[in-house]
């Protein structure tokens, strides 16, 4: 994990634009990486690397390098803006050779692709919804539409952040209760990856996994 570190905080810190179309990014330009993506390592870490991963949200590719780093051939990772996915295209060419993985676009996209493993960490899809019923239906068709598979690793802001947030409102923080209802039958561990007030909000990792 320490070698990827170190691979992608000097690429991050040789192309400092990148960082105008995606500020958070700095996180990664300091190590220790932010806690999802360490948890997130060591996670796929224990998955074999011939199991099929789709990821929403990949934003400049920091968390897919995860992937490519550990021999997994089988990627296919969705962003909708234009200039992120242009950069990850760009970075996971460069470090790995792999020029096929990142899709511009929502997810789920027309094109179904069923998949072992399901990744949704950093990343808040909320578009056209107003309800934590709302919110909840969308993460489980994501999970429907990939294929319902073996692992879903899915973070979300906590129910435990309660200040008044007009970007992240309170129905889309979810608790233990509510990912153990969306569901049930599945063995859920979870790791708290942000704390307010240390962080600016509250978030936790879950990694739900069919028994």
Same mark, same amino acid.
């Given at each position: 994990?320490?070698?990827?570190?170190?691979?992608?905080?000097?690429?991050?810190?040789?192309?400092?634009?990148?960082?105008?179309?995606?500020?958070?990014?700095?996180?990664?330009?300091?190590?220790?990486?932010?806690?999802?993506?360490?948890?997130?390592?060591?996670?796929?870490?224990?998955?074999?690397?011939?199991?099929?991963?789709?990821?929403?949200?990949?934003?400049?590719?920091?968390?897919?390098?995860?992937?490519?780093?550990?021999?997994?051939?089988?990627?296919?990772?969705?962003? @909708?803006?234009? +200039?992120?996915?242009?950069?990850?295209?760009?970075?996971?060419?460069?470090? !790995?050779?792999? =020029?096929? &993985?990142? $899709?511009?676009?929502?997810?789920?996209?027309?094109?179904?692709?069923?998949?072992?493993?399901?990744?949704?960490?950093?990343?808040?899809?909320?578009?056209?919804?107003?309800?934590?019923?709302?919110? @909840?239906?969308? +993460?489980?068709?994501?999970?429907?539409?990939?294929?319902?598979?073996?692992? !879903?690793?899915? =973070?979300? &802001?906590? $129910?435990?952040?309660?200040?008044?947030?007009?970007?992240?409102?309170?129905?889309?923080?979810?608790?233990?209760?509510?990912?153990?209802?969306?569901?049930?039958?599945?063995?859920?561990?979870?790791?708290?990856?942000?704390?307010?007030?240390?962080?600016?909000?509250?978030?936790?990792?879950?990694?739900?996994?069919?028994?």
């Amino acid at each position: 994990m320490e070698e990827l570190e170190e691979l992608l905080k000097k690429y991050n810190l040789d192309h400092l634009d990148d960082l105008i179309v995606s500020p958070w990014s700095e996180q990664y330009c300091i190590t220790p990486f932010p806690k999802y993506w360490q948890i997130t390592y060591q996670i796929m870490s224990r998955i074999p690397s011939n199991k099929r991963v789709v990821e929403i949200g990949c934003g400049q590719g920091d968390v897919t390098a995860i992937f490519c780093q550990l021999g997994f051939s089988r990627v296919s990772s969705y962003e @909708k803006d234009p +200039l992120l996915a242009v950069n990850a295209k760009r970075r996971l060419n460069d470090l !790995f050779g792999r =020029e096929n &993985i990142v $899709s511009l676009g929502e997810y789920p996209a027309k094109c179904h692709i069923e998949c072992d493993v399901l990744v949704l960490v950093n990343c808040v899809y909320d578009e056209l919804v107003d309800s934590k019923v709302g919110y @909840k239906k969308i +993460l489980k068709d994501f999970y429907k539409h990939a294929g319902n598979p073996q692992y !879903f690793i899915m =973070e979300v &802001i906590d $129910s435990s952040y309660t200040i008044e947030d007009e970007v992240f409102p309170k129905y889309l923080r979810l608790s233990h209760k509510d990912v153990d209802e969306m569901f049930p039958n599945f063995q859920i561990k979870s790791w708290q990856t942000y704390k307010y007030p240390q962080n600016k909000k509250s978030k936790t990792l879950y990694l739900i996994e069919k028994k």
